[in-house]
C-alpha cells in the first residue's frame, strides 16, 4: 500500500490533536469567528451561513493533551467537545444552505455528469440516469469545490481550475460506479427510495455500468497529468476492493474488533472523501502541511459519516433510510453498535451466530443492541471523528467556505441527535 494512505491508518487513537488558532480574546480560547463576519459581508449566500448561527460562542476551548484510545468508547479527554449543535444554529442545518456557496459549481456539474458518461451506450446511458437521479446529495463533489475555494484563497487564486472541476466530476463518477457494484453484491433492492440498477436492469448491466464509469473515470483522471492526484485516487478504487474482501470475509464475526471495523469503513466510506478533499487541495498549489490536513478532515469526516450511517440503520424506518432497516444486521456486517453490544451482551452473539435462524431473532437483536448502549457509545465515537475533522480545518484561513466545512461535520452529527 502506497505511503500516503499507509501512515493515516492509525485512526487517531494516539494522535496528538492540531493546535487552534489563538484568537486573543480569552486566554483559554482557541477559536475566533468574529472576522468570519466581516468576510461574509462579501456574499449573500455567506451572509446565510453565518447569520444562521449567530447565536454561537466566539470561542472554543482547547487542549493540547493526547487523546485516549477509541477502544473504551468513551470520548478522549484531550478532545474539545464539539459546540452544542442547539446552539449553534438557529434550526437544523440543511444541505441546501451548505452547498449554496457553491451551487453554481454543484450545476456544472450536474450538467457535465451524464455526456461524461458518454451518449453512444444508451443502455449504460439509461442505468447511469437511474442513479444519478436517485437523489444523491452531490456531497463528495460538494466538498470538493468547498475545500477547493477554501485553499484557493490561501494560494490566491480567483477562480477554480479546470481540474478542481474534472476531479469533482471524477469523484462523483467513481462513487456512484461503488454504489451500483455495492447493490449487486448486496442484493439490494433499493437505494434512496428508488429501485437499484440492477433491479431495473439486471445484474449483467449494473456490473457492466459500474465498470464502464470506474474505466471512464480513470480515462479522465489520467488526463489530469498530475501523478500525487492519479496514485491518489488510483489507491481509492484498490481500497475500494479492501474493503468489500474484508466485509465479505468477516460476516456474522462475533470476534471483529473496533480497529478493524474503522479500517473496513476507512476502504469503503473515508478513502475516497479524505482523497477528494487532498486533491482538491493539490490543485489549488498550497503546501503539503495543507494538503495533508485536508486528507485527515476528509479521513475524519468519512468515517464519522460512516459511524453516523451505521447508527441510522438501527433507529430509523425503511421509508427514512430508503432501504430496508437492520439490512446491515441480517447480512452479517457487524457495525459500530454491535460491536459496542456484544461487549455487554452475550446472548447478542448467540442470535448473530445462528444467522438469525428462530423467527422474530433479527428484531430481538436489534433491541438487544439498543439496551446495552451500543448506540450511545457509537454515538460517542463518531462525536470524537468529527472533533478530529474540525481541528484538521484550523489550518485555513477564516471564511464563509471552512465555516460551511465545519458545518458539514456538524450536519452530520445532526442525523443523530
Known amino acids: 500500500m502506497m505511503s500516503m494512505t499507509c501512515h493515516n491508518l492509525d485512526f487517531g487513537f494516539t494522535k496528538t490533536v492540531f493546535d487552534l488558532y489563538a484568537c486573543g480574546c480569552s486566554s483559554n480560547a482557541s477559536f475566533c469567528r468574529s472576522s468570519v463576519r466581516n468576510y461574509a459581508k462579501s456574499s449573500s449566500s455567506s451572509r446565510k451561513l453565518v447569520d444562521r448561527r449567530r447565536g454561537i460562542a466566539l470561542c472554543r476551548v482547547s487542549s493540547t493533551k493526547t487523546p485516549a484510545t477509541l477502544l473504551s468508547g468513551k470520548v478522549a479527554q484531550g478532545v474539545p467537545p464539539l459546540l452544542d449543535l442547539k446552539k449553534a444554529s438557529s434550526g437544523p442545518i440543511s444541505l ?5 456557496l457553491v451551487a453554481d459549481d454543484l450545476q456544472t456539474l450536474n450538467q457535465n455528469l451524464q455526456s461524461i458518461v458518454g451518449a453512444e451506450n444508451p443502455v449504460l446511458m439509461s442505468a447511469a440516469e437511474q442513479i444519478f437521479g436517485a437523489g444523491g446529495k452531490r456531497m463528495r463533489p460538494a ?7 477554501a485553499t484557493a484563497e490561501l494560494a490566491r487564486l480567483k477562480e477554480l481550475t479546470t481540474e478542481h ?3 469533482a466530476e471524477i469523484i462523483e463518477m467513481i462513487h456512484t460506479a461503488s454504489l451500483i457494484h455495492d447493490d449487486v453484491l448486496d442484493d439490494s433492492n433499493m437505494r434512496r427510495g428508488q429501485e437499484t440498477v440492477h433491479q431495473m436492469y439486471g445484474t449483467r448491466v449494473a456490473v457492466l455500468a459500474g465498470d464502464f464509469m470506474f474505466a471512464q473515470s480513470s480515462w479522465y483522471l489520467a488526463n489530469l497529468e498530475n501523478l500525487e492526484v492519479i496514485k491518489l485516487i488510483s489507491q481509492v478504487i484498490k481500497d475500494f476492493a479492501s474493503g468489500e474482501i474484508k466485509q465479505a470475509s468477516s460476516l456474522f464475526d ?11 469503513s476507512y476502504y469503503k466510506t473515508a478513502s475516497l472523501i479524505a482523497a477528494s478533499t487532498k486533491g ?7 503546501d503539503s502541511t495543507i494538503t495533508q490536513k485536508m486528507y485527515e478532515y476528509g479521513k475524519n469526516l468519512g468515517l464519522a459519516f460512516q459511524v453516523v450511517d451505521d447508527i441510522l440503520d438501527f433507529t430509523q424506518s425503511a421509508e ?10 441480517v447480512n452479517g ?9 456484544l461487549e455487554k451482551e452475550p446472548k447478542l452473539r448467540d442470535i448473530i451466530e445462528s444467522e438469525f435462524s428462530e423467527p422474530g431473532s433479527l428484531n430481538e437483536a436489534i433491541e438487544l443492541v439498543k439496551s446495552c448502549g451500543g448506540i450511545e457509545r457509537a454515538q460517542e465515537l463518531a462525536k470524537e471523528k468529527a472533533d478530529l475533522a474540525i481541528q484538521n480545518l484550523q489550518c485555513l484561513p477564516e ?3 471552512r465555516l460551511a466545512l465545519e458545518d458539514m461535520v456538524l450536519y452530520n452529527l445532526e442525523r443523530i441527535d
Do not use: M, W
Open 96 to 100: 441546501k444552505n451548505l452547498f449554496e
Open 143 to 149: 466538498l470538493v469545490f468547498l475545500v477547493s475555494r
Open 165 to 167: 472541476r474534472r476531479l
Open 254 to 264: 462475533c470476534d471483529l474488533k473496533l480497529e478493524e471495523y474503522l479500517l473496513k
Open 280 to 286: 482538491a487541495a493539490v490543485f489549488s498549489g498550497v
Open 320 to 329: 427514512q433510510l430508503g432501504k430496508p432497516a437492520g439490512s446491515d444486521l
Open 333 to 341: 456486517n457487524l457495525t459500530a453498535p454491535v460491536i459496542f453490544a
Open 399 to 401: 471564511s464563509a467556505f
